[in-house]
């Protein structure tokens, strides 16, 4: 029953490997998006998909790849990982209608890099 | 680029009282949200605000989207023990359609 869910939930791996998250979201939004959260706690957009279309691509590292297969889902491919992508990527997903702007998020993904 | 302040950074307070922190914009925003992120999980919006001078409550919470729309407050009266967690702010301008502004967060302790 969760509206947006996203795996895995905890994520170690060594530098230098690659890695995926994936995301899904049941609530018929038509975008979806990649936000990062540091140790700070400061939450960044990273990318957003409008019917799986990119619309925003923020200063990321090409070793960030996000792929979206349909309007439900919304995956982070990461390339070559380093330390300082150590963080907890949350997936989120908005409606245009009403209320557009309001996103809902999913529990996160904690990345630790090795 | 646009800055979001939020301020406190952190709250320590007893349970029963009240709370108040705000955010300040450099640019007019056309949306305010209030979330909240409870440890281990996701942001769960607590209010949305839509219109300068609205004033919105949600059981407790109180939110308002100042009038010069370049700020937001948030209040929680009679605080409880699980009112605990990081309070954030966010918002949008009406040139950036999807890309929320996230606040740096007020944490908020409560004890008893």
């Known amino acids: 029953d969760t509206a947006v869910s996203q795996t895995p939930k905890y994520l170690v791996t060594q530098m230098g490997n690659d890695k995926s998250i994936k995301c899904e979201q049941n609530?018929?939004?038509?975008?979806m998006y990649w936000y990062k959260q540091d140790s700070k706690k400061f939450l960044k957009i990273m990318f957003s998909y409008n019917n799986k279309e990119l619309i925003i691509n923020e200063t990321v590292p090409n070793r960030f790849s996000p792929k979206s297969p349909d309007k439900a889902h919304l995956n982070l491919h990461i390339n070559s990982l380093e330390l300082g992508d150590s963080a907890v990527y949350f997936c989120?997903?908005?409606?245009?209608?009403?209320?557009?702007?309001?996103?809902?998020f999913g529990a996160g993904s904690r990345l630790t890099v090795l | 680029g646009q800055q979001l302040n939020q301020s406190p950074q952190s709250m320590f307070i007893q349970e029963g009282e009240d709370v108040s922190m705000n955010c300040t914009s450099s640019?007019?925003?056309?949306?305010w949200l209030w979330y909240k992120q409870d440890p281990g999980e996701g942001p769960v919006l607590l209010i949305a605000l839509y219109k300068a001078g609205e004033l919105t409550s949600n059981g407790r919470l109180t939110a308002q989207f100042g009038i010069t729309r370049k700020d937001s407050f948030l209040n929680i009266s009679a605080s409880i023990p699980s009112d605990v967690g990081i309070y954030f702010c966010?918002?949008?301008?009406?040139?950036?359609?999807?890309?929320?502004?996230f606040g740096a967060g007020t944490q908020v302790v409560v004890t008893p």
């Open positions: 966010a918002g949008q301008t009406s040139d950036s359609w999807g890309k929320l502004q």
């Open positions: 609530l018929g939004h038509d975008t």
């Open positions: 640019s007019i925003f056309n949306t």
């Open positions: 989120a997903s908005s409606s245009t209608g009403a209320g557009a702007n309001v996103l809902t």
